[in-house]
């Protein structure tokens, strides 16, 4: 629990009419205003260590207690003390009964003495606990009058009590309701009681104590088991109760399964329209969550926007089944939010709760919600050892790609950009190449998938613009006026400080921006709409090239030609492979020239491999082509020189 719990937990508990103060093994957190006035008559301060009052509490263990504080002023109190855990301390409460058999023992509300005359069979109470039933305080109160006040359930308890308390005089502590005297209100109060006998071997002729209405301090005790026990944004179990549930789950014969559920894009919502729909969002998630779950499985949030749930004694099958009917009514379920409807997703991954362990069966669910979010999102996967071996090797391979960025062993090649009227070179594209002499040699659409599922994609599109960079500042390729293109990662878009990063790189080198131009897939664009927006105007506007890259290859819409400000458009090599054959293929090409041109862009056209195709795609209007006909890929240090 965080702090912001405790202090909730405190601020609940101070309520409550007694006093009460929040305690750790340093001393006193926090304390009401009742508990400054159950030392401060007799100069004593729960801040001041000299008192001795802080040191009588710091010290509880166990309870309900009598505690003996010898006050400055030379007197000796008494008080009655009991706690409970909260987190990060305890929470004590104290009545002083010191006067224990006269009138009222305490100037704390809601406090008060009771005496019964076992003889006469009658019994007083002192003037505030007569307040607070709401009768009147010079109207004697007999045993069977009390007895009506009390609750039905109740009375049974109290009266044996009293009959063993009569007979042996013995202390005693109960919890009982009891009405107002006009039935408008059902208090509880905390009594306690004992015996007082005429002489040594007399029986017992009057039973005294203290009653105490606790039913603000029942509400807060109440709401701070709830806090403990609940996430306080989205009402679902906390991690903390979730985690024991699924100790004992792990420890039990039927052992189950165990969900673990991750919301799909939120950030991009907390983006778009803030933190409080994001949250409005998560809440409304968590009762969709809740009502699908049903009552037999717990659902908890372990962090952020993630949720788990343990289902007793369910096979992975059908837990598979289950969080897959979670995932599709998440998807069917629009969010009402301030910002207006809103849809969200979530993906799951499943796993069997491993026998006396814990760890391993939120790691077993974490590698196959790894997997669900890999293969397109939106849907549960269930652990096996095959996802195991398939997440080491890609363990295996990310550790690759970082140390290659440290020792240099990562590489760039350069693909020439011709223009097919001149068939001069305009531009070359950069393309990766691990190079760390392990097998088996690795090109980049075999290790870039599973980096750009991670941060590491950050650090590599980081480093390939940075070396382009480089690279434009040599002398060889500033005499020849070279301009290059990076490719940029959907992830990258992102990162916030992307624009403003690059635009300093070409400050500090000295390079124009217009020789620099970067790449992002049509995929990549319309997944991360708003951050190209904002990427791509920043760089345009400074100069920089941007080009959406591969289009046609994901959804095929022309749509976001128009929301994004894009110099170039690259046509995907579908598309261009069978131009010179393909009707369809040459409607298609032609239909993305005419709509570059109207719009002010330049046309690329990606994989011209034969010779035929030059002749075909100069007669539709393409501007520039790429491919092993134009020109093989050549390390970067060849075209500017080494040192780069």
Known sequence: MSPDVLLIAAAAAGMAPAAMVVVDEAGVRWHNAAA??????????????????ADVVTGLRGGPLCLRWAAPDGSVRWWRAEQRDVPGGRLVSLVDETDYDGGPVTEVPGTGTWDWDVVADRVRWSPELFGIIGLRADVGVDRRQLTELLHPDDAPLLRRTAIDAARTGEPWVRTIRMYRADRSALRTFEVHGEGRRGLAAQPVVRLVGTARDVTEMQTARREVAFLAGHDLQTGVASR?????????????????????????????????????????????????????????????????????????????????????????????????????????????????????????????????????????????????DELRRAAGGRSAL?????????????????????????????????????CDGLEPPLGPAEFLPPVEHTDLVHRLDRWVVGQAVRALATPRARESGLRLEANLSGRSLEDPDLGGWILDELRRNEVQPDRLGVEITETAAVTELAAARGLATRLVEAGVGFALDDFGAGFGSFAYLKHLRFTSVKVAGDFVAQVDQSDTDRALVGAVVALARQMGMVTVAEQVDRPELVGELRRLGVDHGQGFHLGRPAPLVELVGAGT
């Open 36 to 53: 400054a006035q159950l030392v401060e008559p007799y100069g004593g301060h729960w801040s001041d260590g000299s008192t001795g009052a």
């Open 240 to 384: 903390q109760r979730l985690m024991a549930y699924l100790a004992e789950s792990a420890a039990g014969p039927d052992r189950g399964a165990v969900v673990v559920i991750d919301v799909d894009h939120l950030g991009e919502v907390n983006e778009l329209h803030g933190i409080a729909v994001g949250d409005e969002a998560l809440r409304a998630l968590a009762s969709v969550l809740r009502r699908e779950i049903g009552g037999g499985p717990l659902l908890g949030r372990i962090g952020g926007d993630r949720f788990a749930a343990v289902l007793p004694a369910r096979g992975i099958a059908e837990a598979v089944a289950a969080a897959d009917r979670l995932c599709a009514a998440v998807d069917r379920t629009p969010v009402p939010t301030g910002a207006g409807i809103i849809h969200v997703a979530v993906s799951a991954g499943v796993a069997e709760i491993v026998r006396d362990d814990v760890d391993a069966s939120l790691e077993h669910a974490g590698i196959a919600l790894d997997e669900a979010k890999r293969t397109g999102r939106n849907r549960a996967v269930g652990y096996s």
């Open 398 to 434: 990310l550790r690759r790609v970082a140390g290659a960025l440290e020792d240099g062993s990562m590489q760039l090649a350069a693909q020439p950009i011709v223009d097919l009227r001149t068939h001069r070179t305009t531009r070359y594209e950069l393309l990766l190449r691990l």
